[in-house]
């Protein structure tokens, strides 16, 4: 079981993840945006700006799947301290934290 102060310190990181999360989504849609727009042009230098970008793509995408596998396990064990705790965390958790922890 984790502690208060663990609790805190992984409530803390998963928020951080999912910033990340956010940030991969963004950037992976501007990567299609911008290979649907170098693959309308059919000359050799757009098509290879749109195979780098792809490329580029698939390592987000990648990154994006693992940091997502991390943040399920940590999840588990928010989930597992709320389960225990439920009135302490309803006592000691700010709104954004309530919200994230599914309370509010």
């Known amino acids: 079981m984790l502690s208060k102060h663990d609790f805190f310190k992984i409530l803390t990181v998963t928020e951080a ?4 999360l ?8 501007l990567l299609i945006k ?7 042009f059919k000359n050799e230098s757009a098509t290879s700006l ?3 970008q792809l490329s580029e793509l698939e390592r987000v995408v990648q990154r994006d799947q693992s ?3 991390e943040l399920n396990v ?6 597992e301290f709320l389960d225990a705790n439920f009135d302490w965390c309803c006592e000691h958790l ?3 934290q309530q919200v994230l922890m599914g309370l509010k």
Do not use: T
Not at 34 to 40: G, P
Not at 74 to 79: K, S
């Open 34 to 40: 911008s290979v649907k727009q170098n693959n309308i």
């Open 94 to 96: 700010n709104d954004e």
């Open 67 to 69: 940091l997502q596998k």
């Open 22 to 29: 956010k940030e991969a989504g963004k950037l992976e849609r």
């Open 50 to 52: 749109a195979s780098a």
């Open 74 to 79: 940590l999840c588990e064990m928010l989930d």
């Open 17 to 20: 993840m999912l910033d990340d």
